[in-house]
């Protein structure tokens, strides 16, 4: 049976990722498969695409993972039941930076040479351009 009251009974921590990774928000309501709440960003309900926001209800969890995070996607996020219930918590972005950035090589026409450049976040995945075209990489 739906109860006319749903109230959120575990709350949202805040998040702090790292640009163009994924954020992941839950919260926890007093009943299952809940489908009547909306999400909201700085206060305004957040229009579901899939590409940027994927909400998700699994039992009493209410899921929503903000796909390939830019500093525009910092803000206040919410989930707010059909009665009123709430939960809100804050998206930090980290914003990614050259450490060590690219060196002049020069070389002779047949040679192979090795460019590099290091990032303040390990692991991210980026791509190299030559006159605005990306490379392949070997």
Same mark, same amino acid.
């Given at each position: +049976?739906?109860?006319?009251?749903?109230?959120?009974? @575990?709350? +949202?921590?805040?998040?702090?990722?790292? !640009? /163009?990774?994924?954020?992941?928000?839950?919260?926890?309501?007093?009943?299952?498969?809940?489908?009547?709440?909306?999400?909201?960003?700085?206060?305004? @309900?957040?229009?579901?695409?899939?590409?940027?926001?994927?909400?998700?209800? @699994?039992?009493?969890?209410?899921?929503?993972?903000?796909?390939?995070?830019?500093?525009?996607?910092?803000?206040?996020?919410?989930?707010?039941?059909? /009665?009123?219930?709430?939960?809100?918590? %804050?998206? !930090?972005?980290?914003?990614?930076?050259?450490?060590?950035?690219?060196?002049?090589? %020069?070389?002779? @026409? %047949?040679?192979?040479?090795?460019?590099?450049?290091?990032?303040?976040?390990?692991?991210?995945?980026?791509?190299?351009?030559?006159?605005? !075209?990306?490379?392949?990489?070997?």
């Amino acid at each position: +049976m739906l109860r006319a009251v749903v109230d959120v009974s @575990e709350r +949202m921590k805040n998040e702090r990722v790292v !640009e /163009s990774t994924d954020a992941n928000f839950k919260c926890t309501l007093d009943q299952a498969n809940y489908k009547d709440g909306k999400w909201l960003r700085n206060g305004k @309900e957040i229009k579901v695409d899939r590409t940027k926001y994927s909400p998700s209800v @699994e039992g009493c969890t209410q899921r929503l993972r903000v796909h390939d995070v830019n500093r525009d996607d910092a803000g206040t996020y919410t989930y707010i039941t059909g /009665s009123g219930s709430r939960s809100d918590a %804050t998206l !930090e972005v980290t914003p990614v930076h050259i450490t060590e950035p690219l060196r002049d090589v %020069t070389d002779t @026409e %047949t040679n192979t040479v090795q460019l590099r450049v290091v990032l303040s976040h390990p692991g991210l995945k980026g791509s190299w351009h030559k006159d605005g !075209e990306i490379v392949k990489v070997r």
